[in-house]
């Protein structure tokens, strides 16, 4: 099967796209993650099928690098949406349906793409630790001089303990340095830390805003791969609604595949 692919990246979160609105590619766990394989496929953060959707512009059916369909990627889905503009399928603004909800979202004169996400509550207030889903679930701690954490190692000491290793969770290490938010991210299903993650943007806003109460519904969060913000309105009871995240969807390269 020969398979045409374009190359997306959000901040460096990358993956590889596929135009499947005429249902023509059927790809197992293996070959997805083959594709994802940096060494002996495309490369990826994860894959993303386009497909037809009766009621909205398109669908977005998302898989992690492990080649497993996963819960709502939050870069993901702005590169989609860059995709589906690249495609003619939308102009400046779309509403896709993803596997946590329909999302809205704005391609900006800037080149940004501001995607609004899901309402966020019961959120889980721990020992030094947040605990949220924000369309894939967040584990979010404070740390300082998070640029000399051995994040894979410390991530995956949380993501694989007894309560996560079953379902898996993301691990985000948050610092604040003045004004600024610096975000580093482990991401389950792709095992890895990645350059940046956009849940997890979003999550680690929120806590931000819970932990030292800020009077701004507007963050800039920081990440290896560039800059990510987060807007919001805070509702009694820590409950989140009204979130978008915003920042650069860029194409990168296309090409066809054997599988």
């Not at 701690?141 to 290793?165: C, G, P, Q």
Request: proline fraction near 1%; glycine fraction near 8%.
């Amino acid at each position: 099967m020969d398979i045409k692919f374009y190359k997306y990246h959000g901040t460096g979160n990358d993956f590889i796209l596929v135009d499947n609105r005429k249902n023509s590619y059927s790809l197992n766990s293996n070959q997805i993650k083959r594709l994802c394989d940096r060494n002996f496929g495309i490369g990826a953060d994860g894959l993303i099928l386009l497909r037809n959707d009766k009621d909205y512009d398109f669908f977005m059916e998302y898989y992690n690098s492990d080649g497993h369909e996963s819960s709502m990627c939050g870069n993901g889905g702005r590169c989609i949406v860059q995709f589906a503009k690249d495609l003619k399928i939308i102009s400046k603004e779309a509403e896709f349906g993803a596997i946590d909800g329909i999302h809205t979202a704005f391609i900006m004169d800037n080149g940004f793409v501001n995607l609004k996400m899901i309402d966020v509550k019961n959120i889980e207030i721990g020992d030094n630790f947040y605990y949220l889903d924000t369309g894939s679930p967040h584990y979010v701690a404070f740390r300082d001089n998070i640029k000399s954490i051995n994040v894979l190692n410390v991530a995956r000491e949380i993501r694989y303990n007894s309560r996560f290793n079953d379902e898996g969770t993301n691990v985000n290490f948050v610092e604040i340095i003045k004004d600024t938010i610096f975000v580093r991210t482990y991401e389950r299903g792709v095992e890895n830390e990645t350059l940046s993650c956009g849940t997890g943007a979003v999550a680690s806003a929120i806590c931000v805003q819970i932990k030292m109460n800020v009077d701004s519904n507007k963050l800039e969060i920081n990440t290896l791969g560039g800059l990510l913000k987060v807007e919001f309105k805070k509702n009694p009871n820590n409950e989140f609604n009204n979130i978008w995240l915003s920042g650069e969807a860029k194409f990168v390269f296309k090409g066809n595949i054997r599988v």
